[in-house]
Nanobody
């Protein structure tokens, strides 16, 4: 089993920045790709960004140029640097991992989930 723990959420003004972290523990050797989803109040989970086994990264269109995903394999930690935050970015951000080498945007394909960290962007 794999445990994922997020941190770094909080309250920030529009235009500000936050960096989220996700630490993986347990059977981390089974994890090949990782990513972030978010869920705004009353809405479904939405793909944010992913880092695949190859190191290649993908982003949702609305996050390109503002968010940067990265991973420190030695620390089993993934990061999401979020800049130019907007009120529409307010959501619970979830760390996710897959045994597959490719991290798709399908919520149902995620093998492991963190409990989430709340990001609130005020206008």
């Amino acid at each position: 089993q794999v445990q994922l723990v997020e941190s770094g959420g909080g309250l920030v003004q529009a235009g500000g920045s936050l960096r989220l972290s996700c630490v993986a523990s347990g059977l981390t050797a089974s994890v090949s790709s990782m990513g972030w989803f978010r869920q705004a109040p009353g809405k479904e989970h939405r793909f944010v960004a992913a880092v695949h086994l190859s190191g290649y990264t993908t982003y949702a269109d609305s996050m390109k140029g503002r968010f940067t995903i990265s991973k420190d394999n030695a620390k089993n930690t993934m990061y999401l640097q979020m800049n130019s935050l907007e009120p529409e970015d307010t959501a619970v951000y979830y760390c996710a991992a897959r045994r597959s080498t490719f991290f798709g945007q399908d919520v149902s394909a995620v093998d492991y989930w963190g409990k989430g960290t709340l990001v609130t962007v005020s206008s």
